[in-house]
């Protein structure tokens, strides 16, 4: 089981950038997936972005040239570079492991919260 602990969240104003870092209790080596979902009040669930154990990258479309995830193994960490913020990036970023890629073993963090506010 691999414990996965965000942190970095704030309060920033629109237009701003903070950087959120996962730090992963285990090896990230071996998991196929690493990546940050988000959750605003009322809403559900979505990702954000995904990063493969082969440096393949996914990104939502309404975060796309905004945001850069990355992935250092030999840290065991997984980082989000978020620029560029809007009020509508508010939400609860959770990091996320998927060990296979078919969503059949996952991991969570518990969340850090990102506010975009003026």
């Known amino acids: 089981q691999v414990q996965l602990v965000e942190s970095g969240g704030g309060l920033v104003q629109p237009g701003g950038s903070l950087r959120l870092s996962c730090a992963a209790s285990?090896?990230?080596?071996?998991?196929?997936?690493m990546g940050w979902y988000r959750q605003a009040p009322g809403q559900r669930r979505e990702l954000v972005a995904f990063?493969?154990?082969?440096?393949?990258?996914n990104y939502a479309h309404s975060v796309k040239g905004r945001f850069t995830i990355s992935r250092d193994n030999a840290k065991n960490t997984v980082s989000l570079q978020m620029n560029s913020l809007k009020p509508e990036d508010t939400g609860v970023y959770y990091c996320?492991?998927?060990?296979?890629?078919?969503?059949?073993?996952?991991?969570w963090g518990q969340g850090t919260q990102v506010t975009v506010s003026s």
């Open positions: 996320n492991g998927d060990q296979y890629g078919s969503g059949s073993v996952l991991y």
């Open positions: 285990a090896s990230i080596f071996s998991i196929y997936a």
């Open positions: 990063i493969t154990t082969g440096g393949t990258t």
